[in-house]
């Protein structure tokens, strides 16, 4: 594996991949590796990508200083891991080359209005500005085929999709399934920081999502299953919605087929999302 940190090294090491024939997969990420960053890997390896892996805590996503603070960070077992997923080259770039006038706010900012206003952007303002413009800066300089993506940070996909069609980024977006635990906590980094018992009021939200996928709808009975389920578990309610997939507008009670239900809460002060497909059905 390549280990890279200043920028034109690594817009060059992407560069010789593609004169040499060979596609580039991009995958962006925090670093605190686990199963989740893992199948991205697997999905770039398994299109036969030349695979970069990222790592760069971005400050510019994260609207509250604390968390920034106790967001998890393991640069040597991370670099290991990545071997051991097999990506090509890891990538970390240095604060300075990413956001050059860091701490001081960087100019450059590109948002997504609407997308990036609602959910999880509703609470956490600026929260998609950052990652905007990070994923644009990442893919800029990689100048990847593909970017691979989680389903577990969904708007975070759909945010990310509506920005490369609007800037004309000649990179397909991969979307890929959410790697759960055997209980069905989706994987996290934040994981890390939650104690047996904050783990168990955890589950609640993805226990909320199933029992949301049984009832069928409607819409809003299923907006109040995911809230009580939650909240009897003590789990502070960021948000409970279903939503068009696409458009992640709100759905109302005639709404009907494939819609996405996603929750946010937060458990011992840490901060946790997760979603699913679900399919409402009619004469409900
Ligand atoms: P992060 O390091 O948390 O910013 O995540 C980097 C990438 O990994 C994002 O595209 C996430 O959506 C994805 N990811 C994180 N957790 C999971 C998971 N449990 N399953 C699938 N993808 C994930």
């Known amino acids: 594996m390549r280990r890279v940190v200043g920028i034109e090294e690594w817009r060059r090491l992407a560069e010789d991949q593609r004169l040499a024939g060979r596609r580039v997969g991009l995958v962006p990420t925090m670093g605190a590796l686990h199963a989740g960053h893992r199948s991205l890997v697997a999905a770039a390896r398994a299109n036969g990508d030349f695979v970069i892996m990222t790592i760069f805590v971005n400050p510019r996503q994260f609207n509250d200083p604390a968390d920034l603070r106790a967001y998890p960070r393991a640069p040597e077992s991370d670099r290991a891991l990545a071997e051991s997923f097999g990506v090509d080259a890891l990538v970390e770039p240095t604060m300075a080359e990413m956001w050059p006038s860091y701490p001081e706010p960087t100019p450059t900012t590109v948002s997504v209005a ?31 085929s593909r970017a691979y993506f989680g389903e577990k940070d969904f708007q975070q996909l759909a945010v990310v999709r509506r920005m490369v069609l609007d800037l004309g980024l000649d990179v397909e977006v991969v979307g890929c399934a959410i790697v759960r635990d055997e209980d069905g906590l989706a994987l996290s980094s934040r994981n890390v920081r939650l104690d047996a018992q904050a783990r ?7 226990r909320a999502l199933a029992l949301a996928a049984e009832h069928g709808g409607p819409a809003s009975a299923l907006r109040e299953v995911m809230r009580a389920t ?31 239900a996603l929750v946010a809460g937060v458990v011992d002060g840490v901060r946790l999302i997760d979603n699913r497909e679900i399919e409402l059905r009619k004469g409900r």
């Not at 997308?115 to 999880?120: F, K």
């Not at 303002?125 to 413009?133: N, R």
């Open 114 to 144: 609407g997308l990036g206003d609602v959910l999880e952007g509703a609470g956490r303002p600026g929260h998609f500005d950052g990652v905007a413009s990070v994923v644009a800066k990442l893919a800029i300089v990689t100048g990847p």
């Open 200 to 206: 168990a009021r955890a589950l609640s939200l993805s």
């Open 230 to 260: 939650m909240v009897a578990a003590d789990v502070v309610v960021g948000y409970a919605d279903v939503v068009d997939p696409v458009t992640l507008e709100p759905l109302g009670d005639d709404a009907t087929g494939r819609a996405r």
